[in-house]
């Protein structure tokens, strides 16, 4: 039911931010699936960001990790890419600390 939510979660995301069509999925195992298409989502979503739009993005991607571990591979990239959202967003009086 988790692995449902979070694929749901993130395709909403994606369908939400683009018009382009879901990526497809190497075969193998679903949770390794799921986590790179919430990889690419994370990534695509920085790519977009703009000094205007950096706080959106960064609310967005924390909201599919804040409740994951610190160890969960798309928590540390939503971490590594707000560091780079809030520069961005600095540009414009956007995020604050």
Do not use: Y
């Amino acid at each position: 039911m988790e692995l449902r939510n979070r694929l749901v979660m993130a395709t909403q995301m994606w369908r939400e931010a683009t018009a382009d069509p879901l990526p497809r999925m190497a075969p193998g195992d679903p949770v390794q699936q799921l986590e790179a298409f919430e990889i690419t989502l994370v990534d695509m979503l920085w790519g977009l960001a703009t000094p205007k739009t950096a706080r959106d993005v960064a609310d967005k991607t924390w909201d599919l990790v804040h409740d994951r571990s610190d160890e969960d591979a798309v928590k540390r990239r939503v971490i590594e890419c707000h560091e780079a959202l809030a520069r961005l967003s600095a540009r414009s009086g956007g995020l604050e600390p």
